[in-house]
């Protein structure tokens, strides 16, 4: 059991927003194996994003419990341990590509030559290779998401939380980054949870979940 | 280069892209503080530099006075000047007199000086404006310019001089007629304080007009280059005679230095509330950045930044313009001190008044004189206080919770 990327055992969240409660999750069990591509499904406002966020140990369950690997989540691990694709790209306006690619190493360590090669052969794994010196705003949508791609892989992460990536991008845009991620992810043995509303690409993973009344079916 | 201080840096000059503005606003707020602060507390240092090198020019850096009147003059001048460090020493009477002339009274304080001695010791002659010092005989006077002007005498002015040993002899019932003394010329130390009222007369002239027979006030001593006056004390005070003592200048004028430094420090604490000002226009830039950094924030905690650096991110930013500030500060601050004869000549021959200048301000020449002390606290604190404002936007920032962050759209 240990050697699983990710455990979660009875994962409950409820919202309180004024006198409302949003029981969000209501018991949701996941092991994810080493290097396994998982797709989550699910209604717009079931709880996905905030199932991720219980993985990705930025927000705590209010009962249940996560394991990467071994131990709970842990902030100072994150930055190894975990890479994080998000439907909006969130990349660093004031840093050019390699520099947004670099960012996830630097939380680690000042990088160095070897960070910077690694960072430049993930660009061009991406397509991005002649990109590499152009700001975020010199990029279009498809490109950016790449560059995020490229971050999250950049300190070689046991698993990779992907949520909605292609929500933003058209069609064909969309199709090559889920491709990018689920090869790039077999090639570097990393984990995947994938969430997205796209039948065609959740087909594509090892196995296809969905999220419903709370609970992971 | 730890992650929040590159992409500090990074967010103040963005790649690619030219000096942006809000950087370069904060930048210049905290730049004119600092500006300011040098060239005021270097004037206004000079102004005190000045003053005291009049001071020590004139009466040397430590007297030697007796409890009493000192009667051994010589054996005193030759312990004096055979002290290690003593370059010269000349004695002196001084007192109040009265002065008439042409009717028109004026009440200076006297001093009589050995003209024969008093070139080892102070340098007189540099203050003397009309006449010479040369022409001082035991029958004229040096008046100083204001008190010459009360008197509305110039050189070759006839003045009648009354000792105070008048009312002693009127006591007595004897009449002591006053003495007549020729204007030989007039001087101007240069500082308000000093000109107000003296007048140089011979040492025989003082002690005549006070009947102190050959007995002198005291001595005005000048050290040798290098010798402080404390040391320059001690010394003399350690071979000088029972009831005499040395006295160094900083210790008689210290109620004066006192006011001069006071004056100083106050200009200091309300210039830098032109720095303080700067540091909230720093802080709310920064803020306004926080807010629109919202995801940004959080997408550094989701790739593993801790509170603590997204923080220090923030802090950095208000300490890197404040140090750039302050050397840009420094900067203009110098250039203006190096260029301030050609400001204050343009300023006042803009509105027309360069005597009204030279009137009000004891010097010809604006002076300057930077303490490392003043620039080290006006530097330390320029930055501190900027790097103050940013604690509230690092704080902000800290607090984002990175899901929430995330969620901001
Ligand atoms: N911080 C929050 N406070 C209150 N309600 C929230 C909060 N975050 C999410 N929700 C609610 O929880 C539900 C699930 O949200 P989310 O996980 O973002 O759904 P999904 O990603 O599947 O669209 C939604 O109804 C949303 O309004
Ligand atoms: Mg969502």
Redesign the pocket.
């Known amino acids: 059991m240990n050697d699983a990327v990710l455990t979660a055992t009875g994962l409950t969240?409820t919202?309180?927003?004024g006198d409302r409660r949003?029981a969000?999750l209501r018991g949701v069990d996941l092991v994810v194996a080493p290097g396994e591509s998982v797709a989550i499904r699910?209604?717009?406002?079931?709880?996905?994003?905030?199932?991720?966020?219980l993985f990705s140990g930025l927000d705590a369950p209010d009962s249940g419990a996560i394991q990467w690997g071994a131990e709970p989540p842990a902030a100072a691990r994150r930055a190894a341990y975990l890479g994080m694709v998000f439907q909006s790209f969130y990349l660093i306006p004031e840093l050019d590509a390699l520099q947004n690619v670099l960012m996830a190493a630097r939380m680690i360590r000042p990088p160095g030559g070897g960070e910077r090669a690694r960072a430049r052969d993930l660009l061009a794994r991406v397509g991005l290779g002649e990109r590499s010196g152009h700001l975020p705003a010199q990029l279009s949508g498809g490109e950016r998401q790449r560059v995020a791609v490229a971050r999250a892989l950049m300190n070689s992460p046991r698993l990779l939380l992907a949520?909605?990536p292609t929500g933003n991008l058209d069609e064909h845009t969309g199709d090559a980054v889920v491709e990018l991620l689920l090869t790039l992810g077999r090639e570097t043995g990393t984990a995947l949870v994938l969430?997205t509303h796209n039948a065609a690409h959740a087909a594509k993973a090892n196995r296809s979940l969905f999220?419903h009344d709370g609970v992971l079916r | 280069m730890p992650w929040f201080l590159y992409l500090a840096l990074k967010q103040l000059f963005p790649t690619g892209r030219k000096f942006p503005f809000f950087t370069a606003i904060s930048m210049l707020g905290v730049a004119l503080g600092v500006a300011v602060l040098v060239i005021v507390t270097s004037v206004m240092g000079g102004f005190g530099y000045e003053i005291r090198r009049m001071i020590v020019q004139t009466e040397g850096e430590v007297q030697v006075k007796g409890r009493g009147l000192i009667e051994d003059v010589g054996g005193l001048l030759a312990t004096v000047r055979g002290t290690p460090g003593v370059a010269g020493a000349t004695p002196y009477v001084e007192g109040p007199v009265g002065i008439l002339a042409a009717n028109r009274p004026a009440f200076p304080l006297m001093k009589g000086i050995d003209v024969s001695s008093v070139g080892t010791v102070a340098n007189l002659s540099r203050f003397v404006r009309r006449g010479s010092l040369d022409d001082l005989d035991d029958d004229s006077v040096i008046l100083s310019w204001e008190t010459a002007q009360q008197l509305g005498a110039s050189v070759g002015s006839r003045i009648a001089i009354y000792s105070p040993l008048l009312f002693e002899k009127l006591n007595q019932d004897e009449v002591f007629l006053p003495r007549q003394f020729r204007v030989a010329g007039w001087f101007e130390i240069g500082h308000q304080h000093l000109d107000n009222s003296l007048v140089f007369c011979t040492l025989r002239t003082a002690q005549d007009l006070y009947g102190l027979g050959q007995s002198v006030h005291g001595l005005n001593v000048r050290l040798q280059p290098g010798v402080d006056e404390i040391t320059g004390a001690t010394r003399l005070n350690q071979v000088l005679p029972n009831g005499v003592a040395a006295l160094p200048w900083t210790q008689k004028w210290e109620s004066f230095l006192w006011v001069l430094n006071l004056e100083k420090t106050i200009n200091f604490f309300l210039l830098l509330f032109i720095v303080i000002i700067a540091a909230f226009s720093v802080m709310s830039s920064l803020l306004i950045s926080v807010v629109r950094k919202t995801r940004e924030i959080g997408l550094l905690g989701a790739l593993g930044a801790s509170r603590r650096d997204v923080a220090l991110c923030f802090c950095a930013q208000a300490f890197i313009i404040g140090t750039a500030g302050t050397a840009v500060g420094l900067g203009l601050g110098f250039t203006a001190l190096a260029f301030r004869k050609e400001i204050v000549r343009g300023i006042a021959s803009a509105l027309q008044r360069q005597d009204t200048l030279r009137q009000f301000y004891q010097f010809t020449e604006l002076p300057s004189h930077t303490l490392m002390s003043d620039l080290i606290l006006t530097v330390v604190m320029a930055i501190v206080i900027s790097t103050l404002a940013g604690l509230l936007p690092a704080w902000r920032a800290a607090r984002l919770k990175p899901?929430?962050a995330l969620?901001s759209e």
């Open positions: 969240k919202y309180v927003s949003i969000v699910g209604e717009s406002g079931s709880g996905k994003s905030t199932l991720l966020n949520d909605e969430v999220l | 899901v929430e969620r």
